[in-house]
Protein backbone atom coordinates (compact mmCIF):
# COMPACT_ATOMS: atom_id res chain seq x y z
CA UNK A 1 0.00 0.00 0.00
CA UNK A 2 1.45 3.56 -1.01
CA UNK A 3 3.62 4.58 -3.20
CA UNK A 4 4.28 1.86 -6.25
CA UNK A 5 8.02 1.61 -6.92
CA UNK A 6 7.55 1.67 -10.10
CA UNK A 7 8.26 5.00 -11.35
CA UNK A 8 8.75 6.40 -8.61
CA UNK A 9 11.95 8.26 -7.60
CA UNK A 10 12.29 11.18 -4.81
CA UNK A 11 16.26 12.07 -4.51
CA UNK A 12 16.78 13.32 -0.89
CA UNK A 13 19.73 15.87 -0.29
CA UNK A 14 21.64 15.53 3.08
CA UNK A 15 19.46 16.26 5.52
CA UNK A 16 16.30 16.28 3.72
CA UNK A 17 13.55 13.55 4.75
CA UNK A 18 10.32 12.05 2.63
CA UNK A 19 7.55 11.05 4.53
CA UNK A 20 5.65 8.55 3.26
CA UNK A 21 1.48 8.41 3.10
CA UNK A 22 0.06 6.73 5.97
CA UNK A 23 -1.93 4.10 4.89
CA UNK A 24 -4.55 2.17 7.58
CA UNK A 25 -5.33 -1.62 6.66
CA UNK A 26 -8.23 -3.58 8.24
CA UNK A 27 -8.79 -7.86 7.89
CA UNK A 28 -11.93 -8.93 8.67
CA UNK A 29 -13.32 -11.98 8.63
CA UNK A 30 -16.97 -10.69 9.24
CA UNK A 31 -16.54 -8.61 5.37
CA UNK A 32 -17.15 -5.35 4.90
CA UNK A 33 -19.30 -4.90 8.26
CA UNK A 34 -16.58 -6.35 10.28
CA UNK A 35 -13.96 -3.65 8.32
CA UNK A 36 -16.48 -1.19 8.86
CA UNK A 37 -16.87 -1.82 12.85
CA UNK A 38 -13.42 -1.83 12.98
CA UNK A 39 -12.69 1.64 11.21
CA UNK A 40 -15.45 2.68 13.33
CA UNK A 41 -13.53 1.37 16.90
CA UNK A 42 -10.53 3.34 15.07
CA UNK A 43 -11.96 6.80 14.66
CA UNK A 44 -13.91 6.47 18.17
CA UNK A 45 -11.42 5.09 20.20
CA UNK A 46 -8.08 7.03 18.53
CA UNK A 47 -8.75 9.34 16.15
CA UNK A 48 -11.49 11.91 17.48
CA UNK A 49 -10.36 13.85 20.12
CA UNK A 50 -11.49 12.74 23.57
CA UNK A 51 -13.83 15.56 24.47
CA UNK A 52 -15.46 15.23 21.23
CA UNK A 53 -15.21 12.13 21.08
CA UNK A 54 -17.41 11.36 24.36
CA UNK A 55 -19.58 14.62 25.02
CA UNK A 56 -23.33 14.44 23.45
CA UNK A 57 -22.96 16.63 20.10
CA UNK A 58 -25.67 19.23 20.50
CA UNK A 59 -28.99 19.33 18.47
CA UNK A 60 -28.16 21.98 15.64
CA UNK A 61 -30.10 24.26 13.73
CA UNK A 62 -28.59 25.66 10.52
CA UNK A 63 -29.75 28.54 8.24
CA UNK A 64 -28.64 27.41 5.27
CA UNK A 65 -31.91 26.37 3.72
CA UNK A 66 -34.03 28.61 5.97
CA UNK A 67 -32.74 31.88 4.78
CA UNK A 68 -29.41 30.95 2.49
CA UNK A 69 -28.08 34.01 2.29
CA UNK A 70 -30.49 36.20 3.15
CA UNK A 71 -29.52 35.66 7.00
CA UNK A 72 -30.25 39.25 9.61
CA UNK A 73 -29.77 39.89 12.86
CA UNK A 74 -33.77 39.52 13.20
CA UNK A 75 -34.32 36.28 11.40
CA UNK A 76 -31.90 34.54 13.01
CA UNK A 77 -33.25 35.66 16.49
CA UNK A 78 -36.38 34.93 15.63
CA UNK A 79 -35.30 31.05 14.64
CA UNK A 80 -33.55 31.31 17.84
CA UNK A 81 -36.40 31.80 20.02
CA UNK A 82 -38.77 28.77 18.12
CA UNK A 83 -35.50 26.38 18.09
CA UNK A 84 -35.17 26.29 21.57
CA UNK A 85 -39.25 24.78 21.32
CA UNK A 86 -37.83 21.90 19.96
CA UNK A 87 -34.71 20.93 21.62
CA UNK A 88 -32.55 22.92 19.72
CA UNK A 89 -29.36 24.27 21.73
CA UNK A 90 -26.76 25.03 19.20
CA UNK A 91 -27.42 27.50 16.35
CA UNK A 92 -25.32 27.11 13.38
CA UNK A 93 -25.18 31.14 11.30
CA UNK A 94 -24.25 29.62 7.83
CA UNK A 95 -23.53 31.56 4.53
CA UNK A 96 -24.40 35.08 3.93
CA UNK A 97 -23.05 36.71 6.63
CA UNK A 98 -19.86 38.24 5.27
CA UNK A 99 -18.99 40.80 2.38
CA UNK A 100 -21.31 41.54 0.44
CA UNK A 101 -22.20 37.77 0.08
CA UNK A 102 -25.79 37.98 -1.42
CA UNK A 103 -25.57 35.38 -3.61
CA UNK A 104 -22.58 32.48 -4.78
CA UNK A 105 -20.69 34.63 -7.01
CA UNK A 106 -18.97 36.62 -4.36
CA UNK A 107 -17.19 37.13 -1.22
CA UNK A 108 -15.71 34.19 0.06
CA UNK A 109 -12.66 35.30 1.76
CA UNK A 110 -13.93 38.45 3.09
CA UNK A 111 -14.25 37.72 6.16
CA UNK A 112 -15.95 40.41 7.70
CA UNK A 113 -19.13 40.73 9.30
CA UNK A 114 -22.07 42.20 6.91
CA UNK A 115 -22.84 45.22 9.16
CA UNK A 116 -26.38 45.70 6.65
CA UNK A 117 -27.45 42.55 7.82
CA UNK A 118 -25.92 42.47 11.56
CA UNK A 119 -25.71 46.38 12.26
CA UNK A 120 -24.76 45.47 15.99
CA UNK A 121 -22.03 43.33 14.73
CA UNK A 122 -21.77 39.09 15.68
CA UNK A 123 -20.86 40.08 19.27
CA UNK A 124 -24.65 41.19 20.12
CA UNK A 125 -26.18 38.49 18.16
CA UNK A 126 -24.23 35.72 20.34
CA UNK A 127 -25.36 37.30 23.25
CA UNK A 128 -28.96 37.64 22.18
CA UNK A 129 -28.88 34.07 20.83
CA UNK A 130 -27.44 32.84 24.06
CA UNK A 131 -29.51 34.57 26.26
CA UNK A 132 -32.22 32.34 24.76
CA UNK A 133 -30.84 29.40 25.90
CA UNK A 134 -28.65 28.41 22.56
CA UNK A 135 -24.93 28.09 22.00
CA UNK A 136 -23.75 29.68 18.63
CA UNK A 137 -21.78 28.87 15.72
CA UNK A 138 -20.83 30.14 12.33
CA UNK A 139 -19.91 28.55 8.91
CA UNK A 140 -16.59 29.47 7.44
CA UNK A 141 -14.41 27.90 4.88
CA UNK A 142 -10.89 29.95 4.70
CA UNK A 143 -9.93 27.74 1.99
CA UNK A 144 -12.09 28.91 -0.69
CA UNK A 145 -11.45 32.16 -2.40
CA UNK A 146 -14.12 33.65 -4.78
CA UNK A 147 -13.16 33.91 -8.50
CA UNK A 148 -17.01 33.31 -9.78
CA UNK A 149 -16.94 30.29 -7.82
CA UNK A 150 -20.35 28.14 -7.43
CA UNK A 151 -21.12 26.63 -3.83
CA UNK A 152 -23.48 23.94 -3.24
CA UNK A 153 -25.01 23.04 -0.42
CA UNK A 154 -25.40 19.27 0.95
CA UNK A 155 -27.57 17.03 -0.10
CA UNK A 156 -30.45 17.06 2.58
CA UNK A 157 -32.95 14.81 0.62
CA UNK A 158 -33.92 12.08 3.38
CA UNK A 159 -34.33 9.47 0.22
CA UNK A 160 -31.08 10.54 -1.31
CA UNK A 161 -29.04 10.90 2.12
CA UNK A 162 -29.76 6.93 2.72
CA UNK A 163 -27.54 6.23 0.23
CA UNK A 164 -24.98 8.83 1.42
CA UNK A 165 -24.57 7.54 4.82
CA UNK A 166 -24.53 4.19 4.20
CA UNK A 167 -22.04 4.26 2.23
CA UNK A 168 -20.07 6.73 3.83
CA UNK A 169 -20.31 4.31 7.18
CA UNK A 170 -18.37 1.96 5.47
CA UNK A 171 -15.13 3.52 6.71
CA UNK A 172 -17.15 6.81 8.85
CA UNK A 173 -18.84 6.07 12.29
CA UNK A 174 -22.34 7.79 13.08
CA UNK A 175 -21.57 10.71 14.75
CA UNK A 176 -19.22 11.94 12.44
CA UNK A 177 -21.63 12.17 9.54
CA UNK A 178 -23.71 15.56 9.64
CA UNK A 179 -27.43 14.85 9.09
CA UNK A 180 -30.47 17.14 9.43
CA UNK A 181 -34.21 17.22 9.00
CA UNK A 182 -34.78 19.55 6.31
CA UNK A 183 -38.12 21.13 4.51
CA UNK A 184 -40.56 19.52 2.30
CA UNK A 185 -40.74 19.44 -0.95
CA UNK A 186 -36.75 19.35 -0.26
CA UNK A 187 -34.70 22.51 -1.52
CA UNK A 188 -32.74 20.46 -4.19
CA UNK A 189 -34.25 17.42 -5.59
CA UNK A 190 -38.17 18.35 -5.36
CA UNK A 191 -38.83 15.86 -3.20
CA UNK A 192 -41.45 15.19 -0.28
CA UNK A 193 -40.83 12.93 2.19
CA UNK A 194 -42.78 12.32 5.55
CA UNK A 195 -41.43 13.78 8.97
CA UNK A 196 -41.16 10.80 10.28
CA UNK A 197 -38.41 9.49 7.12
CA UNK A 198 -36.87 12.73 7.18
CA UNK A 199 -36.40 12.77 11.26
CA UNK A 200 -34.94 8.60 11.44
CA UNK A 201 -32.53 9.33 8.87
CA UNK A 202 -31.39 12.16 10.48
CA UNK A 203 -30.57 10.32 13.87
CA UNK A 204 -28.32 8.28 11.89
CA UNK A 205 -26.16 10.78 12.31
CA UNK A 206 -25.60 13.87 14.01
CA UNK A 207 -29.34 15.20 14.18
CA UNK A 208 -30.17 18.31 13.76
CA UNK A 209 -32.71 20.72 12.20
CA UNK A 210 -32.08 22.88 8.56
CA UNK A 211 -35.24 24.71 7.55
CA UNK A 212 -37.02 27.81 8.77
CA UNK A 213 -38.40 27.07 11.90
CA UNK A 214 -40.05 30.63 12.86
CA UNK A 215 -42.84 29.33 10.22
CA UNK A 216 -43.59 25.81 12.42
CA UNK A 217 -47.01 25.67 13.59
CA UNK A 218 -48.03 24.69 17.61
CA UNK A 219 -48.49 21.39 15.91
CA UNK A 220 -45.24 20.95 13.87
CA UNK A 221 -43.31 22.18 17.35
CA UNK A 222 -44.70 19.33 19.14
CA UNK A 223 -43.70 16.93 16.56
CA UNK A 224 -40.52 18.20 16.19
CA UNK A 225 -39.49 18.33 19.98
CA UNK A 226 -40.71 14.98 20.09
CA UNK A 227 -37.95 13.57 17.24
CA UNK A 228 -35.23 15.67 19.43
CA UNK A 229 -36.58 13.66 22.68
CA UNK A 230 -36.12 10.43 21.03
CA UNK A 231 -33.40 11.05 19.38
CA UNK A 232 -31.67 11.40 22.91
CA UNK A 233 -33.11 8.90 24.57
CA UNK A 234 -31.20 6.41 21.45
CA UNK A 235 -28.44 8.22 20.93
CA UNK A 236 -25.61 6.81 23.13
CA UNK A 237 -26.98 3.43 21.26
CA UNK A 238 -26.21 4.95 17.79
CA UNK A 239 -23.18 7.05 18.81
CA UNK A 240 -21.33 4.29 20.86
CA UNK A 241 -22.61 1.09 19.62
CA UNK A 242 -21.25 -1.05 16.81
CA UNK A 243 -23.31 -0.73 13.86
CA UNK A 244 -24.44 -3.76 11.03
CA UNK A 245 -25.88 -2.78 7.84
CA UNK A 246 -28.83 -5.32 6.47
CA UNK A 247 -30.04 -3.74 3.51
CA UNK A 248 -27.93 -2.69 0.79
CA UNK A 249 -29.75 0.32 -0.87
CA UNK A 250 -27.49 0.27 -4.04
CA UNK A 251 -29.10 -3.43 -4.54
CA UNK A 252 -31.94 -2.85 -3.59
CA UNK A 253 -35.21 0.09 -3.23
CA UNK A 254 -34.82 -0.39 0.47
CA UNK A 255 -32.18 0.08 3.21
CA UNK A 256 -31.71 -1.02 6.60
CA UNK A 257 -29.18 -0.92 9.59
CA UNK A 258 -29.00 -1.67 13.62
CA UNK A 259 -26.55 -0.34 16.43
CA UNK A 260 -26.27 -2.85 19.21
CA UNK A 261 -24.63 -1.37 22.30
CA UNK A 262 -21.07 -2.87 23.88
CA UNK A 263 -23.10 -5.45 26.34
CA UNK A 264 -25.37 -6.21 23.55
CA UNK A 265 -28.61 -5.09 26.22
CA UNK A 266 -29.59 -2.37 23.52
CA UNK A 267 -30.30 -2.26 19.93
CA UNK A 268 -31.62 0.23 17.59
CA UNK A 269 -33.15 -0.81 14.01
CA UNK A 270 -33.70 1.64 11.10
CA UNK A 271 -35.33 -0.06 8.19
CA UNK A 272 -36.30 2.83 5.10
CA UNK A 273 -38.14 2.54 1.77
CA UNK A 274 -35.97 4.42 -0.82
CA UNK A 275 -39.76 5.08 -2.98
CA UNK A 276 -41.08 8.22 -1.00
CA UNK A 277 -44.48 7.09 -0.69
CA UNK A 278 -44.86 3.72 -0.16
CA UNK A 279 -43.56 0.35 0.56
CA UNK A 280 -43.72 -2.61 -1.91
CA UNK A 281 -45.34 -5.90 -0.57
CA UNK A 282 -42.49 -7.76 -1.71
CA UNK A 283 -40.20 -6.83 1.38
CA UNK A 284 -37.34 -9.33 1.81
CA UNK A 285 -36.45 -10.69 5.85
CA UNK A 286 -35.30 -8.12 8.20
CA UNK A 287 -32.35 -10.03 10.06
CA UNK A 288 -31.19 -8.62 13.13
CA UNK A 289 -27.27 -9.08 13.38
CA UNK A 290 -25.15 -8.72 16.66
CA UNK A 291 -27.93 -9.22 19.72
CA UNK A 292 -27.06 -11.66 22.22
CA UNK A 293 -28.80 -15.17 20.73
CA UNK A 294 -29.70 -16.18 24.63
CA UNK A 295 -31.63 -12.73 25.79
CA UNK A 296 -34.87 -11.68 25.12
CA UNK A 297 -35.37 -8.41 24.08
CA UNK A 298 -38.29 -6.37 24.45
CA UNK A 299 -39.48 -4.48 21.02
CA UNK A 300 -40.68 -1.02 20.97
CA UNK A 301 -41.41 1.94 18.44
CA UNK A 302 -40.59 5.16 20.23
CA UNK A 303 -42.49 7.07 16.76
CA UNK A 304 -45.53 4.37 16.12
CA UNK A 305 -45.94 4.36 12.15
CA UNK A 306 -49.21 5.55 10.67
CA UNK A 307 -49.47 4.00 7.35
CA UNK A 308 -51.38 0.88 6.82
CA UNK A 309 -51.16 -1.40 3.57
CA UNK A 310 -53.43 -3.22 1.72
CA UNK A 311 -53.10 -5.42 -1.57
CA UNK A 312 -50.14 -3.66 -2.42
CA UNK A 313 -51.33 0.65 -1.61
CA UNK A 314 -50.57 2.44 1.39
CA UNK A 315 -52.75 4.84 2.96
CA UNK A 316 -51.35 7.40 5.22
CA UNK A 317 -53.70 7.91 7.91
CA UNK A 318 -52.42 10.73 9.80
CA UNK A 319 -52.67 10.78 13.44
CA UNK A 320 -52.50 13.41 16.48
CA UNK A 321 -49.34 15.12 16.73
CA UNK A 322 -47.96 13.87 13.56
CA UNK A 323 -46.80 15.97 10.72
CA UNK A 324 -46.25 14.47 6.88
Known amino acids: MGIHPMGMQWHLKPGEFFAT ?21 LFLDRLLPRNWSDEHPPIVLNTWEAKYFHVTHANIIEMAAQAVKIGVNLIVLDDGWFGTRNDDSSSLGDWIVNLTKFPKGLCALVEEVNALGCKFGIWIEPEMVSENSFWCSDNTDALVRMRIQYGTSLVYPTRTIGAHISAVPNHLTGNTTRLR ?8 GTFGFELDVSTLSPKDIVSFKRFSEVYLDI ?14 PFKLPLTAWMYVNAMRHHAVVFAFSLNSDHWSN ?10 DPDADYEITEPIPNNVTQSTGNVMLLETEGTSQ
Open 21 to 41: PEVVMVRSSEGTGGMSRTFHR
Open 282 to 291: LVPRLLLQGL
Open 235 to 248: SPTIRFGDMFRLWH
Open 197 to 204: TRGFVAMC
